[in-house]
């Protein structure tokens, strides 16, 4: 069974800081997804990592996975206000049938104070 | 506008009382999906589809039915919920679920149930 972790799941930081958020799976995959979720808000698509040694980058935030180590990072550089969140990798893992099952993390609550 | 539709947003409602909580995407997407989050679990999948009259279990499909008789809808049926079933419902869609796959899944709002 698939299992996914995040790390930390609350962090608190400061404006300016740079910090990494992590995500570790138990099987094999190289399917990853970011999503970031606003306070009583839905899902939004943060980033699509299919391979191993993808980066993508967007603004502040550059995601990337290493599907031989089974890990995925988020990281934040020079942190504003407006990043706070809940963020939350999901995994893919293809069933008998040929249909992707996502499986997510716990979510790391992210505050950026000023 | 591309979205994903989830009515009702909120529901209230007693043990037994069977509901359903509609979804439907105009993205002519093929693969949809249910979830529930609870604090601390994440989101967990309920149940998906590939297409119409494909549906398969995700992590936690007891107490809970789907259908997919068109393309564009997706309801969750719970039969006789019960208040373990409280939760934050949210439907998704995307292009393709499979090999093919690898888009992104779009959320719709999320779903409020409180089951009494």
């Known amino acids: 069974e698939l299992k996914v972790e995040q790390n930390p799941l609350f962090l608190s930081m400061q404006e300016g800081k740079n910090y990494t958020i992590y995500c570790n799976y138990s099987t094999t995959s190289d399917r990853l997804y970011w999503y970031r979720q606003d306070p009583g808000k839905s899902l939004e698509s943060l980033f699509v990592?299919?391979?191993?040694?993808a980066v993508k980058q967007e603004g502040r935030l550059m995601a990337s996975l290493d599907t031989k180590a089974r890990l995925s990072t988020l990281h934040i550089t020079a942190a504003v206000h407006d990043l706070s969140a809940t963020y939350f990798c999901a995994v893919g893992s293809i069933s008998n049938f040929g249909n992707e099952k996502l499986t997510f993390g716990t979510g790391t609550r992210l505050t950026i104070i000023p | 506008e591309a979205q994903v539709t989830q009515n009702p947003r909120y529901l209230i409602t007693v043990t037994g009382k069977k509901l359903t909580v509609t979804c439907s995407q105009n993205m002519n997407h093929e693969y949809m999906s249910w979830y529930r989050q609870d604090p601390g679990l994440g989101l967990r999948q309920i149940y998906y589809?590939?297409?119409?009259?494909?549906?398969d279990k995700g992590d936690v499909p007891e107490g809970y039915k789907v259908s997919r008789k068109e393309k564009r809808n997706f309801p969750l049926i719970l039969e006789s919920p019960s208040p373990n079933q409280t939760s934050l419902y949210f439907c998704a869609s995307s292009l393709w679920g499979g090999p093919r796959g690898n888009q992104p899944q779009h959320f719709g709002d999320g779903t409020r149930l409180s089951i009494l």
């Open positions: 990592l299919l391979s191993n040694g």
């Open positions: 589809s590939m297409n119409v009259e494909v549906t």
